[in-house]
């Protein structure tokens, strides 16, 4: 192994795969009661990154080509295992959006897990999810990628899992270990396809091969649908879509920064990181532009209906991430990574301005912190509204641009069923979006509720007073940086697409599309998607903002449709079932019963045997003369029968 | 080879008698001194360790083959050599047991029931164990093997818990009887290659009948199958380790089991590469079965004891995966897996046995919270599960990573299935973990203390190689590689 602490590029590299790391292991050995030092490490690690990934970032971006560093991290016969740090543009972008996030969630910490006993633990595990998702992202093949891709997995897990006193979190945490487990199967299935049926897994071998079809197309389309099984599982796609919702039992910030931005786009990362594999095989993207697409629907429903305002981002979440699935799965390469990077920083708004509320609220209910007063914590509120409206794809918010992008490429699909599931999904996004908004905007409260409303109320009042602490300011900054993002990231469109595709000849042949979409059609385009979204946001003003609406729905007229909806379409009662049926009543019972009733009790069975043949036996050991005489006559008999026959 | 042949300081005899010593010289120290025989016994251990660390960092895998040969001709008419060397294979094996030996007796520093016995008895089981690992010849291989066994009776039987009579019957039994399919196989193998020599290498050199390696392998792949709790002889393992007390748990779990793997491998497979040739479709799908069933079985067990016993069931299910393969790969991976699973599970059974110590139950519903009350103990115990996850950068799973690529390449059905495996695994080590640890602090608990440094160094040594050698698998997989690349062409 050769180091070369010289090349500044590669120590910045290195800085951001292992720095983090570092921190949590002294935090976790050596700094747990100091909560302070602990903090500071963690913080300071990534700053020390932030800089790093801008520096590779400035650095870099006009680089001619990727550039590559690697060694062996183990050897076995023929095979390779090497770890490194593939530095292009796509991986720089996305180290950069993780950079950035990760900071701005651990300085926002600092003051929503102000006071927590678990203070040391939450910064180490911040510092552990940092190291895996950064190191992810730079990795060059996909053994190194799938690897810490599972330890992102594990993050995730410790971090949901972090009030672990609650049942319900750390059931949380086991679902979604579990589920996203049981999408990396095939995952690691497909990686090993892709290893026996081409035999490398460098990245860009990876890509160049398929595309120029040096590999088999059965094995890049049996590997590329084996590894879309990952992403289902990571970025909760149909049918794995339910640990999602359910890990908003984490920390706010952790939802933030895992659940919404980062870590659960890291599925729709990789199939960017692989496109040109996943393009050359057109039966996979079909099947990827089906699960988008239903996803992003079904999602879109249960938003509906909840009144957790977590779990109206999570189903966002869900349902914008299967967007994005859409948009590469048609070939929408840029559209499909400039809405990652848009959705990461007005989600991760969104979620810190909801933590603010939760943090002063103490209850993630929508009505109750309506009434409580919400509006009136000016700052989360506005920001709140910034990040709702780029959600909802309102101009000039950065989710309008890269939501525009997105159908463009959805209306050069031959099949327009998906072009009109997107649009659809447009408006249900603004509706869903705006009615949060405006049970917060304009509370109503019941006769009955009005005293506690008051009291509600007073509570907020006091808490006002303790607005201009370092508490409250540790968590606006950040949510005031990324609002600012969230307003001018749109206009930058034009230099992420030139910055992204100069490296991309594989997908130029989809990206042309995307340059020359200026037509008339694309206008009519426009026009509707921004028709259906200010529609909705309309829609949800008339049913939950305006004087006179009743703040019920349209749904409430419907409640077969709503129970569905807010039963998830019943999966989790489907997935319970049959974990039940399958597992536990059936294989773990069968096998239980065989090893106790066949295999112990057939042991001893015969133990019992040979103790009972022993001492039947034993009767024949009496010690008197006359059983033996006639036993020795009986035996001489039997020895004369034998031989004289 | 010369009859004769000591290369430099004899050191592998120097690991093996000084456990001898130790046994002897505990003998002679007086009932009424418990701390000192704990002395004793941890600085014989010690010495072990940096004895076997020496071999590990001087043992060259570019060089390869065996290195510190000691080989004297002991008993000429029937072709005995007393013959120890070390290759990529039992140089993992013989540092595995003497940190589970110095760790175990760490762990057991609390003991307060007939010191003495307890650790000259474990000292007695230690020698055969190494003795095992360390000799090439199959007499002794035989002797060390049966040396190893017989400790085990008293252990379970004075010092455990759980049905410990019953455990500890079934345990000898069934480990009886695997040795008693052993000695014929070894016995017909020495006769007919002409009854001259008990050398593994002449022997191997002198090659098998395909028909004689064909019965003879499926003799010693049983006979040793039973101590690696090859499904369907597993259910030994799990009633024995909750029966035992910490320390024998963790030895017997952290290496006893690997002997039966090694005994496969090094007596099994050297000999009769035909034979596991014919047999291999047969272990892998045992071992198939075993890892699943080990994970479902896993999960319906109230008692952390058999829940830990049925992951190693799952987890050396994925080494006789590895072995059957026949690949470079698959036998990496395997032996890598003994040496990580062993670190794995003495990890487990110290944690479990801190708790135990504290609050005299093992079985899940009654604990609860204990990350509230213990945070420290119960880290170690959720960091062993997450090893047995097969979490990255932990050890065990680049054992698994590559036992799966080459299982899934030579039985792509059975290789599924045991990826499969994963989802149940998880499942079930996650849900111990959950019911154990999470949840609300349990006021039954609230008055035990948190592990003290010294009590939780031995765990701290456990996690520290997993964590190590999951970060940097050449340090130990390059010397592995160096044995087994050889054996595989030879095959």
């Given at each position: 192994?050769?180091?070369?602490?010289?090349?500044?590029?590669?120590?910045?590299?290195l800085?951001?795969?292992?720095?983090?790391?570092?921190?949590?292991?002294?935090?976790?050995?050596?700094?747990?009661?100091?909560?302070?030092?602990?903090?500071?490490?963690?913080?300071?690690?990534?700053?020390?990154c932030?800089?790093?990934?801008?520096?590779?970032?400035?650095?870099?971006?006009?680089?001619?080509?990727?550039?590559?560093?690697?060694?062996?991290?183990?050897?076995?016969?023929?095979?390779?295992?090497?770890?490194?740090?593939?530095?292009?543009?796509l991986?720089?972008?996305?180290?950069?959006i993780?950079?950035?996030?990760?900071?701005?969630?651990?300085?926002?910490s600092?003051?929503?897990?102000?006071?927590?006993?678990?203070?040391?633990r939450?910064?180490?595990?911040?510092?552990?999810?940092?190291?895996?998702?950064?190191?992810?992202v730079i990795?060059?093949?996909?053994?190194?990628l799938?690897?810490?891709w599972?330890?992102?997995?594990?993050?995730?897990?410790?971090?949901?899992?972090?009030?672990?006193?609650?049942?319900?979190?750390?059931?949380?945490?086991?679902?979604?270990?579990?589920?996203t487990?049981?999408?990396?199967?095939?995952?690691?299935?497909?990686?090993?396809?892709?290893?026996?049926?081409?035999?490398?897994?460098?990245?860009?071998?990876?890509?160049?091969?398929?595309?120029?079809?040096?590999?088999?197309?059965a094995v890049v389309?049996?590997?590329?649908?084996?590894?879309?099984?990952?992403?289902?599982?990571?970025?909760?796609?149909?049918?794995?879509?339910?640990?999602?919702?359910?890990?908003?039992?984490?920390?706010?910030?952790?939802?933030?920064?895992?659940?919404s931005?980062?870590?659960?786009?890291?599925?729709?990362?990789?199939?960017?990181?692989?496109?040109?594999?996943?393009?050359?095989?057109?039966?996979?993207?079909?099947?990827?532009?089906?699960?988008?697409?239903?996803?992003?629907?079904?999602?879109?429903?249960?938003?509906?209906?909840?009144?957790?305002?977590?779990?109206?981002?999570?189903?966002?979440?869900?349902?914008?991430?299967?967007?994005?699935?859409?948009?590469?799965?048609?070939?929408g390469?840029?559209?499909?990574?400039?809405?990652?990077?848009?959705?990461?920083?007005?989600?991760?708004?969104?979620?810190?301005?909801?933590?603010?509320?939760?943090?002063?609220?103490?209850?993630?209910?929508?009505?109750?912190?309506?009434?409580?007063?919400?509006?009136?914590?000016?700052?989360?509120?506005?920001?709140?509204?910034?990040?709702?409206?780029?959600?909802?794809?309102?101009?000039p918010?950065?989710?309008?641009?890269?939501?525009?992008?997105?159908?463009?490429?959805?209306?050069?699909?031959?099949?327009?069923?998906?072009?009109g599931?997107?649009?659809?999904?447009?408006?249900?996004?603004?509706?869903?979006?705006?009615?949060?908004?405006?049970?917060?905007?304009?509370?109503?409260?019941?006769?009955?509720?009005?005293?506690?409303?008051?009291?509600?109320?007073?509570?907020?009042?006091?808490?006002?007073?303790?607005?201009?602490?370092?508490?409250?300011?540790?968590?606006a900054?950040?949510?005031?940086?990324?609002?600012?993002?969230?307003?001018?990231?749109?206009?930058?469109?034009?230099?992420?697409?030139?910055?992204?595709?100069?490296?991309?000849?594989?997908?130029?042949?989809?990206?042309?599309?995307?340059?020359?979409?200026?037509?008339?059609?694309?206008?009519?385009?426009?026009?509707?998607?921004?028709?259906?979204?200010?529609?909705?946001?309309?829609?949800?003003?008339?049913?939950?903002?305006?004087?006179?609406?009743?703040?019920?729905?349209?749904l409430?007229?419907?409640?077969?449709?709503?129970?569905?909806f807010?039963?998830?379409?019943?999966?989790?009662h489907?997935?319970?079932?049959?974990?039940?049926?399958?597992?536990?009543?059936?294989?773990?019972?069968?096998?239980?019963?065989?090893?106790?009733?066949?295999?112990?009790?057939g042991?001893?069975?015969?133990?019992?045997?040979?103790?009972?043949?022993?001492?039947?036996?034993?009767?024949?050991?009496?010690?008197?003369?006359?059983?033996?005489?006639?036993l020795?006559?009986?035996a001489?008999?039997?020895?004369?029968?034998?031989?004289?026959? | 080879?010369?009859?004769?042949?000591?290369?430099?300081?004899?050191i592998l005899?120097?690991?093996?008698?000084?456990?001898?010593l130790?046994?002897?010289?505990?003998?002679?120290?007086?009932?009424?001194?418990?701390?000192?025989?704990?002395?004793?016994?941890?600085?014989?251990?010690?010495?072990?360790?940096?004895?076997?660390?020496?071999?590990?960092?001087?043992?060259?895998?570019h060089?390869?083959?065996?290195?510190?040969?000691?080989?004297?001709?002991?008993v000429?008419?029937?072709?005995?050599?007393?013959?120890?060397?070390?290759?990529?294979?039992?140089?993992?094996?013989?540092?595995?047991?003497?940190?589970?030996?110095?760790?175990?007796?760490?762990?057991?520093?609390?003991?307060?029931?007939?010191?003495k016995?307890?650790?000259?008895?474990?000292?007695?089981?230690?020698?055969?164990?190494?003795?095992v690992?360390?000799?090439?010849?199959?007499?002794?291989?035989?002797?060390?093997?049966?040396?190893?066994?017989?400790?085990?009776?008293?252990?379970?039987?004075?010092?455990?818990?759980?049905?410990?009579?019953?455990?500890?019957?079934?345990?000898?039994?069934?480990?009886?009887?695997?040795?008693a399919?052993?000695?014929?196989?070894?016995?017909?193998?020495?006769?007919?290659?002409?009854?001259?020599?008990f050398?593994?290498?002449?022997?191997?050199?002198?090659?098998?009948?395909?028909?004689?390696?064909?019965?003879?392998?499926?003799?010693?792949?049983?006979?040793?199958g039973?101590?690696?709790?090859?499904?369907?002889?597993?259910?030994?393992?799990p009633?024995?380790?909750?029966?035992?007390?910490?320390?024998?748990?963790?030895?017997?779990?952290?290496?006893?089991?690997?002997?039966g793997?090694y005994?496969?491998?090094r007596?099994g497979?050297?000999?009769?590469?035909?034979?596991?040739?014919?047999?291999?479709?047969?272990m892998?799908?045992?071992?198939?079965?075993?890892?699943?069933?080990?994970?479902?079985?896993?999960?319906?067990?109230?008692?952390l004891?058999?829940?830990?016993?049925?992951?190693?069931?799952?987890?050396?299910?994925?080494?006789?995966?590895?072995?059957?393969?026949?690949?470079?790969?698959?036998?990496?991976?395997?032996?890598f897996?003994?040496?990580?699973?062993?670190?794995?599970?003495?990890?487990?059974?110290?944690?479990?046995g801190?708790?135990?110590?504290?609050?005299?139950?093992?079985?899940?519903?009654?604990?609860g919270?204990?990350?509230?009350?213990?945070p420290?103990?119960?880290?170690?115990?959720?960091?062993?599960?997450?090893?047995?996850?097969?979490?990255?950068?932990?050890?065990?799973?680049?054992?698994?990573?590559?036992?799966?690529i080459?299982?899934?390449?030579?039985?792509?059905?059975?290789?599924?299935?045991?990826?499969?495996?994963?989802?149940?695994?998880?499942?079930?080590?996650?849900?111990?973990?959950?019911?154990?640890?999470?949840?609300?602090?349990?006021?039954?608990?609230?008055?035990?203390?948190?592990?003290?440094?010294?009590?939780?160094?031995?765990?701290?040594?456990?996690?520290?190689?997993?964590?190590f050698?999951?970060?940097?698998?050449?340090?130990?997989?390059?010397?592995?590689?160096?044995a087994?690349?050889?054996?595989?062409?030879?095959?």
């Amino acid at each position: 192994m050769m180091w070369l602490p010289h090349d500044p590029v590669l120590s910045a590299a290195l800085a951001c795969a292992t720095l983090p790391f570092l921190s949590m292991a002294v935090i976790l050995i050596f700094t747990r009661p100091y909560q302070r030092l602990s903090c500071a490490i963690s913080v300071g690690a990534i700053t020390v990154c932030l800089g790093c990934a801008l520096y590779l970032l400035i650095t870099l971006r006009h680089a001619p080509a990727p550039v590559e560093y690697q060694w062996a991290w183990i050897v076995s016969s023929d095979m390779v295992i090497p770890f490194g740090f593939l530095l292009d543009r796509l991986s720089l972008l996305m180290l950069t959006i993780v950079a950035v996030i990760s900071f701005l969630v651990q300085v926002y910490s600092i003051g929503y897990m102000h006071g927590d006993p678990g203070f040391s633990r939450y910064y180490a595990f911040q510092s552990l999810f940092a190291w895996a998702m950064m190191t992810m992202v730079i990795a060059p093949g996909m053994l190194q990628l799938y690897i810490f891709w599972e330890l992102v997995g594990l993050a995730s897990y410790l971090l949901i899992g972090y009030y672990y006193e609650k049942w319900s979190a750390s059931q949380a945490g086991k679902k979604a270990f579990v589920m996203t487990r049981l999408g990396d199967i095939g995952f690691f299935l497909g990686i090993i396809t892709v290893l026996l049926g081409f035999g490398d897994l460098g990245i860009l071998h990876m890509n160049h091969a398929a595309q120029a079809g040096d590999i088999h197309p059965a094995v890049v389309t049996l590997g590329a649908i084996l590894i879309f099984c990952g992403v289902v599982g990571k970025s909760a796609q149909f049918p794995l879509l339910t640990w999602l919702p359910d890990a908003m039992e984490g920390p706010t910030p952790v939802s933030a920064l895992l659940h919404s931005a980062t870590m659960v786009a890291a599925g729709v990362y990789l199939m960017s990181r692989i496109f040109p594999f996943f393009a050359a095989s057109p039966d996979a993207m079909a099947v990827a532009l089906i699960i988008g697409t239903i996803t992003m629907l079904l999602a879109s429903t249960m938003a509906f209906v909840t009144y957790d305002i977590k779990q109206v981002w999570a189903y966002s979440t869900v349902s914008q991430l299967g967007f994005m699935v859409m948009s590469l799965a048609a070939g929408g390469y840029f559209a499909g990574v400039f809405h990652l990077t848009t959705h990461a920083g007005f989600k991760a708004l969104l979620f810190l301005c909801s933590g603010i509320f939760i943090h002063e609220y103490h209850t993630n209910d929508m009505r109750e912190i309506g009434r409580g007063g919400g509006r009136k914590l000016t700052i989360p509120m506005i920001c709140m509204t910034v990040g709702a409206l780029a959600l909802a794809g309102i101009f000039p918010f950065s989710g309008f641009f890269s939501k525009e992008a997105i159908l463009g490429v959805l209306a050069e699909h031959p099949n327009k069923l998906f072009l009109g599931a997107g649009l659809l999904g447009a408006a249900m996004t603004a509706y869903y979006s705006f009615r949060l908004i405006f049970f917060i905007l304009f509370p109503r409260s019941t006769a009955e509720e009005a005293s506690h409303h008051e009291e509600a109320h007073g509570h907020g009042d006091d808490h006002g007073g303790g607005h201009h602490g370092h508490v409250f300011w540790a968590m606006a900054w950040p949510v005031m940086i990324l609002a600012t993002v969230t307003l001018v990231l749109g206009f930058f469109q034009n230099e992420l697409q030139s910055y992204l595709l100069a490296l991309e000849p594989a997908s130029h042949g989809h990206e042309a599309v995307e340059h020359g979409g200026h037509g008339v059609g694309h206008y009519l385009l426009l026009v509707t998607a921004v028709c259906l979204a200010v529609g909705g946001v309309f829609f949800a003003y008339l049913e939950f903002g305006w004087k006179k609406a009743t703040q019920e729905g349209f749904l409430r007229k419907f409640p077969a449709v709503e129970t569905l909806f807010a039963n998830r379409w019943y999966m989790d009662h489907f997935y319970r079932k049959a974990l039940d049926l399958l597992v536990y009543c059936g294989f773990t019972n069968v096998f239980t019963r065989n090893d106790r009733r066949v295999i112990d009790g057939g042991i001893d069975g015969i133990c019992r045997f040979t103790v009972g043949g022993g001492r039947a036996v034993s009767f024949l050991q009496s010690g008197m003369l006359q059983y033996n005489l006639v036993l020795m006559v009986a035996a001489v008999g039997v020895l004369v029968l034998v031989f004289a026959l | 080879m010369t009859a004769m042949e000591f290369a430099q300081f004899p050191i592998l005899s120097a690991i093996l008698f000084s456990t001898l010593l130790a046994l002897l010289v505990i003998l002679f120290i007086p009932d009424d001194r418990p701390k000192l025989v704990k002395q004793v016994s941890l600085g014989f251990a010690a010495v072990g360790l940096a004895l076997s660390l020496y071999v590990y960092f001087a043992y060259d895998p570019h060089k390869g083959g065996l290195q510190f040969v000691e080989r004297v001709l002991w008993v000429k008419s029937l072709g005995i050599y007393y013959f120890l060397a070390a290759d990529g294979i039992n140089v993992p094996m013989i540092l595995l047991t003497a940190v589970v030996l110095f760790t175990g007796v760490l762990t057991m520093w609390e003991l307060d029931k007939r010191v003495k016995e307890y650790f000259a008895l474990t000292y007695l089981l230690v020698a055969g164990v190494y003795g095992v690992f360390m000799s090439m010849d199959l007499f002794f291989i035989f002797v060390w093997y049966d040396v190893s066994l017989f400790p085990m009776y008293p252990l379970i039987a004075i010092w455990g818990s759980t049905r410990k009579e019953y455990g500890a019957m079934k345990l000898t039994l069934y480990l009886l009887a695997g040795s008693a399919l052993i000695l014929p196989g070894i016995l017909y193998l020495w006769a007919v290659a002409g009854g001259t020599t008990f050398d593994l290498f002449e022997l191997q050199r002198l090659g098998f009948d395909v028909q004689v390696q064909r019965i003879a392998f499926v003799m010693l792949y049983l006979g040793f199958g039973i101590l690696a709790g090859v499904w369907p002889f597993h259910t030994w393992s799990p009633v024995g380790h909750v029966a035992a007390p910490t320390a024998v748990s963790m030895i017997h779990a952290g290496v006893l089991m690997k002997l039966g793997a090694y005994g496969i491998l090094r007596v099994g497979m050297t000999l009769c590469p035909e034979g596991l040739v014919y047999w291999a479709d047969l272990m892998a799908l045992l071992a198939t079965i075993g890892i699943v069933y080990g994970a479902f079985v896993g999960l319906a067990q109230t008692d952390l004891k058999y829940v830990i016993g049925y992951s190693s069931v799952s987890h050396m299910g994925i080494v006789g995966l590895g072995l059957s393969t026949l690949t470079v790969d698959g036998i990496n991976g395997a032996v890598f897996q003994m040496f990580s699973h062993g670190i794995m599970t003495a990890l487990f059974f110290s944690a479990v046995g801190y708790i135990y110590d504290k609050t005299h139950t093992k079985m899940i519903p009654e604990l609860g919270g204990l990350s509230k009350t213990m945070p420290k103990a119960s880290a170690f115990f959720i960091l062993a599960a997450f090893c047995g996850i097969g979490v990255p950068c932990m050890s065990s799973f680049w054992a698994e990573l590559l036992v799966f690529i080459s299982a899934v390449k030579t039985y792509p059905l059975r290789g599924i299935l045991a990826v499969s495996g994963l989802v149940v695994s998880a499942l079930f080590m996650l849900r111990v973990v959950q019911k154990t640890f999470y949840g609300e602090k349990n006021p039954k608990w609230e008055h035990i203390p948190d592990v003290p440094l010294f009590l939780a160094s031995p765990r701290i040594i456990l996690v520290g190689i997993l964590i190590f050698y999951g970060l940097f698998p050449r340090l130990i997989l390059d010397i592995i590689q160096s044995a087994v690349v050889p054996f595989v062409n030879s095959l």
